[in-house]
């Protein structure tokens, strides 16, 4: 059994089933307002509007990429 065509075969699977569930990215309030091109405060009146959804972890809010396409989304349709 050749070693290094068991580790190809391995990372060739790896490499499909990362490739068949995309990531999930989390972000806080910052790393959000800049990944929709808003300013934080900005970002912050149209969570508290109810346009942006987000999770509270302790005393920080989780958003996820749904989540921003979905305002962004939105923010095309108007």
Same mark, same amino acid.
């Given at each position: 059994? !050749? *070693?290094?065509?068991?580790?190809?075969? *391995?990372?060739?699977?790896?490499?499909? *089933?990362?490739?068949?569930?995309?990531?999930?990215?989390?972000?806080?309030?910052? !790393?959000?307002?800049?990944?929709?091109?808003?300013?934080?405060?900005?970002?912050?009146?149209?969570?508290?509007? #109810?346009?942006?959804? #987000?999770?509270?972890?302790?005393?920080?809010?989780?958003f996820t990429d749904e989540? *921003?396409?979905?305002?962004?989304?939105?923010?095309? !349709?108007?």
């Amino acid at each position: 059994m !050749d *070693l290094q065509a068991t580790i190809n075969a *391995l990372a060739e699977r790896v490499a499909k *089933l990362e490739g068949a569930r995309p990531r999930r990215r989390v972000f806080n309030q910052q !790393d959000a307002a800049r990944e929709v091109g808003i300013s934080v405060n900005k970002f912050r009146e149209e969570q508290k509007a #109810g346009r942006i959804k #987000g999770n509270l972890s302790g005393r920080t809010w989780m958003f996820t990429d749904e989540e *921003l396409q979905k305002y962004v989304a939105g923010q095309s !349709d108007t």
